[in-house]
């Protein structure tokens, strides 16, 4: 499997895309300390029946960003469809994690290019999980605490990460090596906050967004899910129309790297089977 590596330049910033497959487009977003690299156990088996787009979306990933640039969700959502524009994309299968879901459903709310959503555990306005470090972060003192932590904090990856799946025993190697090189790249920190000082305002933006959301949806959650509470999933089920709701037993937050092979055999099912009731090619 060949993996091109591509820039394209929205609005004077760069931005990072894998490429590779054949097939119906589909975007994978990833979530807010991800990048493209959270993909690396869904890619191959993917990309047998598609053309596969996986961002960096510039501040997080392995795109680096000015120190000033608007990372909000509404910021990066802006930038995705700007991207399907440049690469004249349409009917395309959209696959978000997490802060990604979120990006994910603000871009099917303003795009008749998107033909359906794939949403692992994503922010949504019912789940209140981590708010209140949100808002500390946000302040003068958490951001300031951050900016002296960070440059420290490799140490913590491996708690952190291990917070985020169900069974720490099925990290696959090399995963919190691969976040920690994500986490220490030049300025992430600032984009972080960046990013957050905008949560509260994106989350209420959320829930106008999802009231024009249309398209086939399927939500998937890990039982386990300690970032974005699982008890949220069926009141965004409920929200979305055309939504169906997936559980991966005992799996975390990051189901698509704890469980793979289920996660893909999840997504492959829906998007086929929603591209053959709606006549796709």
């Avoid at 929205?10 to 497959?21: A, K, M």
């Avoid at 000015?66 to 994309?89: G, I, N, T």
């Avoid at 708010?131 to 302040?139: D, E, N, Q, S």
């Avoid at 984009?191 to 959320?206: C, F, K, M, Q, Y």
Wanted: glycine share 10%.
């Amino acid at each position: 499997m060949q993996i091109e590596r591509n820039t394209a330049e929205i609005d004077g910033q760069p931005l990072h895309y894998l490429r590779t497959g054949s097939g119906p487009p589909l975007l994978l977003l990833h979530g807010l300390l991800g990048g493209s690299f959270c993909w690396r156990l869904n890619v191959d088996a993917l990309s047998r029946q598609h053309t596969i787009l996986g961002v960096d979306l510039p501040g997080l990933g392995a795109c680096d960003a000015p120190r000033h640039l608007d990372c909000s969700m509404l910021a990066q959502a802006q930038r995705v469809l700007s991207l399907l524009e440049q690469l004249k994309l349409e009917n395309v299968d959209v696959v978000g994690s997490s802060w990604g879901g979120a990006i994910a459903m603000f871009v099917a709310a303003q795009s008749r290019c998107v033909r359906s959503l794939v949403l692992a555990a994503p922010v949504n306005p019912w789940s209140d999980f981590g708010a209140g470090r949100i808002r500390f972060l946000k302040g003068r003192l958490g951001a300031a605490s951050l900016r002296m932590v960070w440059p420290v904090s490799r140490p913590l990856h491996r708690i952190a990460v291990e917070r985020m799946y169900g069974d720490p025993r099925r990290i696959p190697a090399g995963t919190i090596e691969g976040y920690s090189s994500l986490a220490m790249r030049p300025g992430k920190v600032h984009s972080i906050l960046n990013t957050l000082r905008g949560w509260e305002d994106d989350v209420n933006a959320l829930s106008k967004a999802i009231s024009r959301i249309t398209v086939p949806s399927l939500l998937i959650w890990g039982t386990r899910d300690g970032a974005v509470d699982l008890r949220s999933a069926e009141h965004l089920r409920r929200a979305l129309p055309a939504s169906e709701l997936k559980l991966i037993e005992g799996a975390g937050h990051l189901a698509f790297e704890e469980t793979p092979d289920e996660f893909n055999r999840l997504v492959l099912d829906f998007v086929e089977r929603t591209r053959a009731q709606s006549g796709s090619a």
